[in-house]
């Protein structure tokens, strides 16, 4: 697969760009050549990988959704060695095997959706809740856990796929059928994956993801397991702590988390004043990532509305109380999952040594 790219933009955008149509194209490679090692009814489903990232590698896609392809694709080969792998048992082989099909199927669905702004965040959910395959692979986590974690795994999947099918008037799928509910519950799934998480943790969170993602539309219980595992999830990041890093790295990776979570339209209110007049006269399409410039700057890249990859950079003691203001303390948690605790960590430098405040992030980062 040949990477292609526009012939204008930044040039740290257009490096960006592709460099993340090259890693497309390697994991491309890399389940094609798996193809002839994988049980025969893994074939279709390593197929179905390949052509999503073949089609995501359109200068179009969003390139939120095309690194939730990728992310996908990768956690899928990992788990494909472990299913080649003799000395796996044969219980673990049928659970990852499962798993792969409804990957695959949930990434080619999301990835057909007619509504760009959706098929990003489909595919950050499918990615996030793909995080479940590590799991299961690494054979050390209680079965209890596990089946919970697969349990939620496999409806978020399933939600995705019988959720694009159905359209804007879709009913019936699990997770409340909306890709914002789906979102919480990826993360979730994502938390509980993480190594920092601890053990009886990872076990609450697990249990409150199983029974959220189980809740169909109408569900009167569903704003209770909702909570649950919005709780579960802000007491379990808590108490990782905040870490210890430069502003400049906290900045980064809490923007970067921010661009997959928060809607872009959300982004593109609260960020109008910052980012260059040709960007708000264009209009944005994706935010996308940014880059530790300086100690006190980023390096922002976005797709605008004509499919121009750009970059600027923006001041972090302006970027990141804007990112507070479009992303309320009481949602970062089961927003952004661990990466909440690089924006606190942020905030909390800002108002320690700048005397900028951060909405109310410092307070959230002063209960941690």
């Not at 740290?12 to 389940?31: C, E, R």
């Not at 919480?184 to 009886?200: F, I, K, M, R, Y």
């Not at 802000?234 to 928060?262: H, M, R, W, Y």
């Not at 661990?338 to 924006?343: D, E, R």
Request: with cysteine; charged share 20%.
């Amino acid at each position: 697969m040949t990477p292609t790219g526009p012939d204008d933009g930044g040039s740290a955008a257009i490096t960006a760009l592709k460099q993340q149509q090259t890693a497309a194209g390697s994991v491309a490679a890399d389940l094609d050549a798996k193809k002839n090692d994988v049980p025969e009814e893994l074939v279709p489903s390593v197929q179905q990988l390949t052509d999503v990232l073949q089609a995501v590698n359109d200068t179009q896609t969003p390139p939120q959704q095309r690194d939730g392809a990728v992310r996908s694709a990768q956690q899928v080969a990992s788990a494909l060695e472990v299913i080649d792998d003799p000395d796996t048992p044969a219980a673990v082989r049928d659970r990852l095997t499962g798993m792969v099909r409804q990957v695959a199927a949930a990434l080619t669905a999301a990835n057909a959706s007619e509504t760009p702004p959706e098929s990003g965040t489909l595919a950050v959910v499918v990615a996030r809740s793909a995080s479940v395959l590590g799991v299961v692979a690494g054979q050390d986590t209680p079965p209890d856990v596990e089946n919970d974690l697969v349990g939620a795994a496999n409806n978020v999947f399933s939600a995705v796929q019988e959720g694009t099918a159905n359209g804007e008037g879709r009913t019936g799928a699990a997770v409340g059928a909306q890709p914002a509910s789906q979102m919480v519950v990826a993360t979730g799934l994502e938390t509980a994956s993480n190594s920092n998480t601890s053990e009886d943790k990872r076990k609450g969170i697990a249990q409150s993801a199983h029974e959220a993602s189980a809740s169909e539309p109408g569900d009167p219980g569903a704003a209770d397991k909702k909570r649950r595992l919005e709780k579960a999830l802000k007491e379990a990041i808590s108490d990782q702590g905040l870490p210890d890093e430069p502003l400049g790295k906290a900045a980064e990776l809490c923007t970067n988390s921010v661009f997959q979570s928060v809607p872009d339209t959300t982004l593109a209110e609260y960020l109008q004043n910052l980012t260059p007049d040709t960007w708000d006269s264009e209009g944005v399409q994706d935010f996308w990532k940014s880059r530790e410039a300086r100690n006190d700057s980023l390096d922002v890249i976005a797709q605008l509305r004509n499919d121009k990859v750009d970059d600027t950079a923006l001041a972090i003691k302006q970027m990141i109380p804007q990112l507070a203001h479009s992303l309320p303390a009481n949602d970062i948690f089961s927003s952004l999952g661990v990466p909440a605790l690089h924006c606190l960590q942020a905030a909390m430098q800002l108002d320690q040594e700048a005397g900028v405040r951060a909405g109310n992030w410092v307070s959230a980062a002063q209960k941690v």
